[in-house]
């Protein structure tokens, strides 16, 4: 047995912070050791006592004066509320039970917790190695609204010009509302164990509310009112928000809508008739490249570990067409939107002109599908057949 | 299948939560348990002496009610078990560091803050033992009473800690706790650290217990017990439950540490030998 080990409160008081000291010495006593307390606060000895007894010590008091006040039996409870507790981490875990909630990945948490609501907790469908650069990299390049633009810069356009460049804003400003809602959605899902995911999808949630600032402020600097929001354009981005599926809601959004975005933000920027409308576009098409990057590398990664979701996906791309396909899909006045901007005026041969630009565009966006297609392991002529299904909302 | 039916006071809200809990692991455990809160322990006590009830969740004066009652009706109660936090309680007399009041001496003919009319830790007991030290309330020194959850036996800490703002105030010139609560009051401000002086302290007293009537199911209530004295703090299912009620273990039931209750309520008339409800001003 042990002999006792002793505690010096000095003038401390329970009621003023000694019972750090207890506790640090109850915990440390060795199994059946008994801890002397010393001290000279006044009412040392009916603190003593009563802290004993909430915390099941058993206690013997010192008789008389003296600098003892009693000697501490560590109880049965001491200790206890560690017993069965698991260390969540540092590393990653293939799943991360519910149970482990809202826990820092390595804390220690105690059994018995209760079960959080964290459905997508294994590492196959939530994570991929480029989450913590990618996450990185976002940090790195967000900016601010307020100054990346010139919103002062001259924005001067024939009055049809700039009623084009309002509805292609209306447009944009509905689309980031969609791929603003759809990782929200999952955001409160995934089990924060992976919290570099969670960190990508918050900061690519706030990217977009900026896309919808921006996009909104070059719509209303001419003065005009926001254009039109068609049916067949909101029943399209509808499919996303309504998609249960963690890695086909990613796959339809990020890898086909985000990628087609890709194309049609440059293709803005280079057309803009105006420095802020280009300003915006660019600002927006590098985080749009970084969700497309985040996009593919999860599908890529999902995709390795259940190569069976390569069909599912392929017919979450059908299912999508197949509900769209009474709709009308890009509504004409963006299309013509998109085809005066690119003429820049309503001259005949500007026009010609931007009509061809518009198409060439629709064959890059196309292009492009089909690329991201064959690199997630598709079949060229499989992807083919897969882009051509796409929305013709873009989105 | 029969069901072993519990009583307990609604002191506050987490009643629900506690025997709610305790009914789910008990059920789980193969015990089908179910519980009755009540407004206040009289009635409770009347509910267990009349059957309504197998068994009660007792303050130490709801304990002496029904013993009491159970005696002249012919019939026994058996306290069946307690918390380890149940166990040697004592109560403490408070004065202002600065106020000049060394001893209980130093009381007379001043103002002493005391509990609830019912509260045993904070009235009872403590004024049974300025009694006992030739300090009679009401003639030698002034009660201040502070009557929060009258009937609840002093399960509700409000008058406590009522009474030790008084003493900080100054309304009053000592002030009547348990001695856990004393040192909660003290870390928590209520108290100043530092600003009190304990200048007297009761002998050992135990708390609560589970009373069980004559009629209780025999085997439901062993069964009861067994799983009571079971329950571990190391058991996660379990610790929440024993968090929420207050103990780390539970302990078999004893009826020796009530002496001093048992002299405050023959002293100051509280109940009767029959266990009718003698004091005056007393309205559960
Ligand atoms: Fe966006
Ligand atoms: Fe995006």
Redesign the interface.
């Known amino acids: 047995m042990s002999p006792p080990s002793i505690t010096d409160l000095d003038e401390l008081?329970?009621?003023?912070g000694g019972h750090l000291l207890l506790h640090r010495a109850v915990s440390r006593a060795a199994p059946g050791q008994v801890v002397e307390v010393r001290g000279r606060a006044?009412?040392l000895r009916?603190?003593l006592?009563?802290?004993c007894?909430?915390?099941?010590h058993e206690v013997e008091m010192a008789e008389g004066p003296g600098p003892v006040a009693g000697w501490i039996r560590p109880?049965?409870?001491t200790g206890?509320?560690w017993?069965?507790a698991e260390r969540s981490g540092p590393e990653l875990a293939e799943r991360a039970p519910t149970r482990w909630g809202l826990a820092a990945r390595g804390a220690t948490v105690?059994?018995?917790?209760v079960e959080f609501p964290f459905p997508l907790n294994d590492r196959a469908a939530v994570w991929t190695d480029a989450a913590p650069a990618i996450y990185r990299q976002a940090a790195a390049a967000q900016w601010d609204p307020a100054t990346a633009v010139d919103w002062n810069a001259p924005v001067e356009l024939d009055d049809d010009v700039e009623a084009a460049i309002v509805q292609v804003m209306t447009y944009l400003v509905e689309n980031e509302n969609a791929a603003l809602a759809v990782p929200a959605r999952f955001l409160g899902r995934i089990h924060p164990h992976f919290r570099e995911v969670v960190a990508v999808l918050a900061v690519q949630v706030a990217d977009e509310a900026r896309h919808v600032e921006v996009f909104t402020r070059r719509a209303e600097l001419g003065g005009r009112p926001l254009g039109l929001s068609t049916v067949g354009g909101q029943a399209s981005l509808l499919t996303l928000l309504e998609e249960p599926d963690f890695a086909v809601a990613h796959f339809l959004l990020s890898v086909l809508g985000e990628g087609t975005f890709l194309h049609l933000l440059s293709f803005l920027e280079r057309h803009a008739p105006d420095p802020v409308t280009a300003r915006v576009c660019h600002l927006a098409l590098a985080d749009e490249a970084r969700h497309v990057a985040f996009g593919m590398a999860h599908l890529a990664a999902v995709l390795e570990a259940d190569p069976g979701l390569r069909p599912r996906l392929a017919a979450a791309i059908h299912q999508r067409h197949d509900a769209l396909a009474q709709t009308a899909g890009l509504n004409r006045e963006v299309f013509d939107a998109l085809v005066v901007l690119a003429a820049g005026s309503w001259a005949p041969a500007a026009l010609g002109d931007g009509f061809r630009r518009v198409q060439e565009l629709s064959v890059e966006m196309d292009e492009g599908r089909r690329r991201r297609l064959v690199k997630l392991g598709y079949h060229p002529e499989e992807a083919a057949a897969l882009s051509s299904l796409h929305t013709r909302n873009f989105m | 299948m029969e069901t072993l039916l519990m009583g307990a006071v609604a002191y506050d809200a987490k009643v629900v939560t506690i025997w709610d809990g305790f009914k789910q692991w008990f059920s789980a455990n193969g015990l089908a348990f179910d519980y009755v809160l009540y407004s206040n322990y009289e009635r409770q006590v009347e509910a267990l002496l009349d059957g309504h009830v197998h068994v009660a969740w007792n303050s130490p004066l709801a304990w002496a009610r029904a013993h009491r009652m159970a005696e002249a009706r012919g019939i026994e109660v058996a306290a069946v078990a307690m918390r380890?936090?149940d166990?040697?309680?004592?109560s403490?007399v408070v004065v202002n560091a600065a106020s000049g009041i060394e001893d209980l001496a130093g009381l007379a003919g001043r103002r002493v803050a005391v509990g609830a009319v019912d509260s045993p830790q904070a009235t009872l007991i403590p004024l049974s033992y300025l009694r006992s030290e030739g300090l009679e309330p009401g003639q030698d020194f002034d009660l201040v009473h502070h009557q929060v959850g009258v009937g609840k036996h002093g399960d509700h800490i409000g008058g406590e800690r009522d009474a030790a703002r008084a003493l900080v105030a100054g309304t009053v010139d000592a002030a009547c706790m348990?001695?856990?609560n004393?040192?909660l009051f003290?870390?928590e401000g209520t108290l100043p650290?530092?600003s009190t002086?304990?200048i007297a302290?009761t002998p050992p007293y135990d708390h609560c217990n589970f009373t069980a009537a004559a009629t209780a199911p025999a085997a439901l209530l062993e069964h009861f017990r067994s799983l009571l004295l079971g329950m571990?703090?190391?058991?996660?299912?379990v610790?929440?439950l024993l968090d929420l009620e207050?103990?780390?273990?539970w302990r078999d039931g004893r009826v020796t540490g009530y002496a001093q209750l048992e002299a405050a309520v023959d002293e100051s008339g509280f109940y009767d030998q029959e266990g009718h409800v003698a004091a005056v001003d007393y309205r559960p």
């Open positions: 008081g329970l009621d003023q006044p009412q009916v603190h006592a009563a802290w007894r909430s915390e099941g109880g049965p409870a206890a509320r017993h069965g105690e059994a018995g917790g | 380890d936090t166990c040697d309680l004592t403490v348990i001695d856990s004393h040192l003290s870390a650290p530092g002086r304990i302290q571990s703090y190391d058991d996660p299912e610790r929440p207050g103990l780390k273990a």
